[in-house]
C-alpha cells in the first residue's frame, strides 16, 4: 500500500475508483491494451460471486458446460441483428500453426450461435426440452474506451443458455434467471437495483426481450449489472433448430441467454467503497473477520500473539474466513489502514489488558470510528457475536446503499425535467411512450439512455413526459457507465 | 444411448474411446477442427477434478488469480527455448475491432511470458517473496492430430507460477508440485502413475527440469498426466525479473510452473473403463449413487417409487451425490445398462419385496454380475453401507489399476528386448546413459520414448542396456499418447 492511500471520492470518483483497485490489489493492466489481470484478492471475490452464482443456477436446474473459444467467421452472420451488433467488436484469428487460414475464427464475444449449431445436433424431440446450460468463459469484445472490472477487451463471466418448447416457457425462464440475478445481486452483493426491460434500442442483439438489473454507484451513474434474454426463435431459424413436438410436427425451438461478469465487482467497489478504500459485504468478502494482534513491549509480544492465533482458530473453525496479521514490522494503525483499504468487515484488535479479560475489540468496516466499535466482547463468544455482526454488517450495507438509490430517483414530468436531474448526476422516472428517434434524441442531448421499464410500476396510465401521448409504463433514464 | 452400445476394447481400443464418449455424453465436437463441446456430464467431472486440486493447491499456500488471454507476439520471442516448442503451435489474432493490429496477439498457449512481464512489475524485494500463483483457464495449441479430452486445439486447465528467491525454494516447490498431483491422481481419480523427472529432449520449452506423472492407459499406452516445471532463471533473465535481496543486492527470481488439463479426464476413461462403458472412481462421480425404482403391476409403482425416493433424500442428506431415476417408459434392464455406460459407481435397485424389508439391493460397477451385488441392505443402514462401499470401491478402483500398471513395466537389458516389450505394447524400464541422439533413434526405430526417469530407483549403478556405458539411473520407455 502506497503512503498516499486514495484520491477522495468528492475529488474525482475515476481516479478513486482507479486508485482503490491498485491500493486494493483487485487488478493491474495486461501487455495488450484494454486487458486487465485479476490479481489474487481481486479473484477471491470473483470465486465467491461465482459460488453464490452457481449454487443458484444449479439450484434452478441449470448444468455447466463448455463450448469452444473459436467460432467460424460464418456463424455470426447468421442471425443479422447479432451480426450487425458485434461485427464492430471481433477478434479474428486469421493465423493457426504457422499458416493462413481459409476462414478466419472469431473469439466468441458471446456464445449464442455456436450454442445453437449444437443444440441443432443435440435436441431432436420434446422429450430433450428443456435444456438448461450454463458456462463459465472468457469473452472477447474489442472495446476501445476500457476501464478495470466494468469494460475490458476480455472478460470473465458465465453465460446461460437454454431452449424450451414453447415462447411461455422461455419467458418464464428469461424472468426467472433475472430474478436470480437480483437475488443474488442484493443478497450477496448487497447492491440494490432496479430490475425491468430494456427498450428496444438497449436491446441484445438478437433478442426479442431483454431485462436487466441497473445499479446505482457511488457517483450516482446507472451500471448495467446482470442481464437476461428471451431470444425468441431468432437463433433457432438462424440455425435451423428444430425438434418434434409431441403431436410429430418439427418446430423451432424458444431460447433464453443471461450473463453477468466480472463487471460486477466493479458495482461492488463502486456501491460500497468509501475514501478508506473498499468495503466488502460479508458474504463476497474473501477475508470477513482480521485479527490484529497489539503489544508495545517485548514481552507482550508471545502471549498477545498466542490470544490472536486462539482467536483466529476459533473463528476459522466456526467456519468464518479468518486473517491474522502476523507482521511484526509495521504499527498497529497502518495494520488498521491497510485492511480497511482491503475493505475486510470485520477487524478484531487483541492487546495485553483484552488478554487479562479474555476479551477483544470488535470494529466494523462499514461503520467509521467509535461507532462502529465494540469493545470488551468476550473471546468465548466470539463465533456467535461475529457472526451475528456479519448478518447485521451484510444487511446494514444493503439498507444504506438502497437508500442512496431510492433518494436519487426523481419523477419527471418535461424533458426540462429530466434535464435537470440527469444533469444532476441523478436518475429520472417519467412516464414514456417516445419512439427509437425520441429515445435516441435524449441519448444525443442529456447523455442519458433509458436503463429499463422497471418492472414495479406505478399506477397508471400517465402521459409521456416528452410527447405527451398517453404512456401505459415509466421508464428510467440515466447516464451509465 | 444408441443401441448397439460401444465397440469392445479388445476390438478396436481408439474407437471403444470415441464411443464411451459419445454414448456416456461426455463431449462432442466443435464446428472449429480439432476443437470439443464439454458436455454437462463430462464438465461434472471435471468440476470435480478441479475441486481436488483447488482444494491442494490453496492448502500448500497458492492463491488464484487471472491472466490475459492475449500476449504480444514479441513476448514468446523473448526466451529462446520456448519460442522453439511453441512458434509452430500458435494462433495468431491479426485483426481487433475491424482492424489490422500492428503486432498480432498470440492466444496464449500457456503464460510463463505474460506472468514475468507482472512478476517483474509486482516482484521488488525478498519480501514480495515466494509468490504462489495458479490460474484456471483455457489454451490454445495449434495441433493437427486431436482427439476428444487428450489432445484438443483448445483445451481447460490450470497453471500455477511462482516465483522464489533462490534455487533451492523453486526446486522444492516444483517437486511438491509434482507430489500433490500424483496425490490427486491416486487418491481422487484412482489412477496409479509413475513420477519422475522428463529427459533432456522431452522437457518443457523453457525450463531447466521437468517432472511428470506417467499413467497406463487401458492399452498400455503411456498419458502424461500432469508435469512440474523447475524454470531456473531462464525467463527471468528473459524478462529481466529481478528483486533486492536481504543484502540489498540485484538479483534474479527462480521460477516454477505447473499444469494438470482436461487431458486427465480422458486418462480416467481410459484407465478404469470397460466394453459396458465408463467406470468412474467416487470421489470424481458426478453421481455416486443411482436409485433404479422396479416395479411390474401399476399398483406396485406408488411405493415403490416413494421408497425409492425414501432412499435418494436420506443418501442426499447424508452428502451422498444421489439421482433417482425417474423414467417411466424404460425397462429397469435398460436402464442398468444406461447407468453403467455412465459409470455410476453404486446401484440401488428397489422393488415391492426389498420394500416390505424395508431393505434394497446394492450393484457395484467396478465389479460385474452377482459377485458386485449386496442383497437385504436394510434401508435404515443405507448412508453409513453406501459411505463404507464407496470407500471400498474408490480403493479398489486403484488397487486394480496399479496391478495393471506393475504387471506391464518390464525390466530391460538390451536394446532387443526394450523393443520386443514395447512392440508388445508394454513399457520397459532398463539402466539408462545414452544420449539425446541415441534418444531420439530409439523414437524412431520403435515408437517409444523415455516417459521419465523415476524418482524411485533400484540401487545401482548398472551398464546402459543400449550402450553398456556406467549408468546411474534407470528410465522408462513406451510408447504414448
Redesign the interface.
Known amino acids: 500500500m502506497s503512503e498516499e492511500g486514495v484520491t477522495p471520492r468528492s475529488e474525482d470518483y475515476s481516479r478513486w475508483y482507479l486508485d482503490v483497485i491498485r491500493e486494493a490489489e483487485l487488478a493491474?493492466y495486461?501487455?495488450?491494451r484494454g486487458?486487465?489481470?485479476?490479481?489474487?484478492y481481486g479473484?477471491?471475490i470473483?470465486?465467491n460471486i461465482q459460488k453464490g452464482l452457481d449454487r443458484r443456477f444449479k439450484e434452478t436446474g441449470h448444468?455447466?458446460?463448455?463450448?469452444?473459444?473459436?467460432?467460424?467467421y460464418s456463424?455470426i452472420q447468421k442471425e443479422k441483428q447479432h451480426v450487425e451488433g458485434f461485427?464492430?467488436?471481433?477478434?479474428?484469428?486469421?493465423?493457426?500453426?504457422?499458416k493462413e487460414l481459409e476462414e478466419?475464427?472469431i473469439?466468441r464475444p458471446t456464445s449464442e450461435t455456436?450454442v445453437n449449431?449444437?443444440f441443432t445436433?443435440?435436441i431432436k424431440s420434446y422429450r430433450d426440452l428443456p435444456m438448461l446450460?450454463n458456462q463459465w468463459?472468457?469473452v472477447?469484445r474489442?472495446e476501445?474506451r476500457t476501464r478495470p472490472f466494468l469494460r475490458t477487451?476480455?472478460f470473465?463471466w458465465q453465460e446461460g443458455h437454454t431452449a424450451h418448447a414453447s415462447a411461455e416457457e422461455a419467458e418464464a425462464e428469461a424472468m426467472r434467471m433475472i430474478e436470480v440475478y437480483r437475488d443474488f445481486s442484493e443478497n450477496d452483493g448487497a447492491v440494490p437495483v432496479v430490475v425491468g426491460r430494456k427498450s428496444r434500442l438497449e436491446r441484445f442483439a438478437g433478442a426479442v426481450h431483454s431485462y436487466s438489473m441497473e445499479a446505482m454507484m457511488g457517483d450516482k451513474r446507472a451500471l448495467q449489472a446482470g442481464t437476461s434474454h428471451n431470444l425468441g426463435q431468432n437463433f433457432a431459424r438462424a440455425f435451423g433448430t428444430q425438434f418434434l413436438d409431441r403431436d410429430n410436427q418439427l418446430q423451432y425451438i424458444c431460447q433464453t441467454s443471461w450473463g453477468l461478469s466480472t463487471r460486477f465487482e466493479g458495482a461492488v467497489i463502486m456501491v460500497h467503497g468509501d475514501d478508506k478504500g473498499l468495503i466488502l459485504p460479508p458474504r463476497l468478502a474473501p477475508i470477513q473477520a482480521v485479527v490484529v494482534p497489539i503489544w508495545r513491549k517485548d514481552e507482550e509480544k508471545a502471549p498477545v500473539m498466542a490470544g490472536a492465533e486462539e482467536i483466529r482458530r476459533v473463528l476459522a473453525d466456526a467456519g468464518i474466513r479468518t486473517n491474522l496479521d502476523l507482521d511484526d514490522q509495521r504499527t498497529p494503525g497502518w495494520k488498521f489502514n491497510f485492511w480497511e483499504m482491503k475493505g475486510v468487515p470485520i477487524r478484531i484488535e487483541v492487546g495485553p489488558r483484552d488478554l487479562q479479560n479474555r476479551s477483544c475489540v470488535l470494529a466494523r468496516r462499514d461503520v467509521p470510528g467509535k461507532e462502529g466499535k465494540l469493545v470488551g466482547v468476550p473471546i468465548d463468544l466470539l463465533p456467535d457475536r461475529v457472526n451475528s455482526l456479519l448478518e447485521e454488517i451484510q444487511s446494514g450495507m444493503l439498507t444504506k446503499a438502497r437508500a442512496f438509490l431510492e433518494s436519487n430517483i426523481f419523477d419527471c414530468k418535461s424533458y426540462g425535467e429530466l434535464t435537470e436531474i440527469v444533469s444532476g448526476g441523478a436518475w429520472a422516472r417519467g412516464w414514456w411512450a417516445g419512439s427509437d428517434g425520441d429515445e435516441l434524441r435524449i441519448k444525443e442531448e442529456t447523455g442519458a439512455t433509458v436503463r429499463c421499464i422497471p418492472f414495479e410500476q406505478p399506477s397508471g396510465p400517465g402521459s409521456c413526459f416528452l410527447t405527451g401521448q398517453p404512456a401505459a409504463e415509466v421508464a428510467i433514464f440515466a447516464k451509465a457507465y
Open positions: 493491474d495486461g501487455p495488450v486487458t486487465m489481470i485479476i490479481r489474487p479473484y477471491a470473483w470465486e448444468q455447466n458446460a463448455y463450448f469452444p473459444l473459436f467460432i467460424p456463424f461485427s464492430p467488436e471481433l477478434a479474428l484469428v486469421t493465423i493457426g500453426g504457422g478466419p475464427l473469439v455456436v449449431h449444437m445436433q443435440w446450460l468463459a472468457n472477447v474489442w476501445m477487451l476480455e470473465l
